[in-house]
């Protein structure tokens, strides 16, 4: 017996579709660098969810469905569905998931969760969406809704990663939004990106939490430091990154906040990777 498990890319996938989860199409597949990638498929008519939000999706692995949670990237008016990755290596799920093809089926529960959504966070002069690696997904959805410039005037999503070829998906996405016929005007006069690197020279060097301490970060978008009155803050990254950031925001007045009790910041972890 090899050890070796083979996944049915085939499209008869479809025909095994487990209880609770539907059989979605890739309909586009972008790779960043070896390890990133980010893939568009159809969104069943009858799924709903806030920008923001994650829901689990899977592959079917030689007879068993594997699943991971993923956030949702792009924002809840889309037609299509589209997700952000990292490639684990021997990852169970993430390994084949790097290998789909436009055409090929990707399975998606029903139910999505979360606590990266706006109505978990009282209204605000500035929100500040925080992420590391891959942890930049929901933030991909929740600057392409017009609800995130309903509640806030300013947006300003950092993003920190080892290299610079990681900061690709958020960059380009970033551009995107600002040219978007819904929310191009929005993003244009009202979001910011901010990018660093730790592990390669970049304009900006250091992590995030580094950035926020030494007033860099600030400094650099020409805004006053964090407060409370004003402020609001997300943030997905690894355990230890929000564990990190958290204090920081803490330690500055900001209190976190829950779908039921809407304060001033909420975290979420980035799951894959
Ligand atoms: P560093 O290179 O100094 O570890 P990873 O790929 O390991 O999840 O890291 C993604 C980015 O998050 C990297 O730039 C990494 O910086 C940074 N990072 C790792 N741990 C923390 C932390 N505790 N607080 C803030 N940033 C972190």
Redesign the pocket.
């Known amino acids: 017996m090899h050890g070796m498990n083979v996944v049915d890319l085939s499209g008869t996938t479809a025909d095994v579709v487990p209880a609770g989860a539907t059989a979605e199409t890739v309909t586009e597949v972008q790779h960043y660098t070896d390890d990133l990638f980010r893939f568009r498929m159809t969104r069943p008519a009858s799924f709903r969810f806030r920008s923001g939000e994650f829901v689990m999706i899977g592959l079917m692995v030689g007879e068993k469905p594997i699943y991971r949670a993923y956030s949702i990237a792009s924002p809840s008016w889309d037609e299509e569905l589209e997700f952000f990755s990292i490639k684990v290596p021997n990852g169970p799920l993430t390994e084949h998931l790097a290998r789909i093809k436009v055409g090929d089926k990707v399975l998606m529960k029903k139910k999505p969760t979360g606590t990266l959504v706006n109505d978990a966070l009282i209204a605000g002069k500035r929100l500040y969406m925080f992420s590391?690696?891959t942890g930049f997904a929901p933030f991909a959805s929740l600057i392409r809704d017009p609800e995130t410039y309903d509640k806030f005037d300013e947006v300003i999503v950092t993003h920190?990663?080892?290299f610079k070829a990681e900061l690709a998906y958020s960059i380009e996405t970033v551009a995107a939004a600002k040219e978007d016929p819904l929310i191009g005007e929005l993003a244009s006069e009202r979001l910011r990106l901010f990018t660093s690197?730790?592990?390669e020279p970049s304009e900006h060097v250091g992590?995030?939490?580094t950035l926020i301490e030494s007033g860099e970060l600030f400094e650099a978008l020409g805004v006053p430091p964090l407060d409370p009155a004003t402020d609001r803050g997300m943030i997905c990254?690894?355990m230890?990154?929000l564990?990190?950031?958290k204090a920081l925001l803490e330690a500055r007045g900001l209190t976190e906040g829950a779908n039921n009790r809407p304060a001033e910041f909420v975290i979420e972890r980035a799951f894959v990777?």
Do not use: Q, V
Request: charged fraction near 25%; charge should be positive; include cysteine.
């Open positions: 590391t690696g920190s990663c080892r690197t730790t592990r992590r995030i939490t990254g690894s230890a990154m564990k990190d950031t990777g």
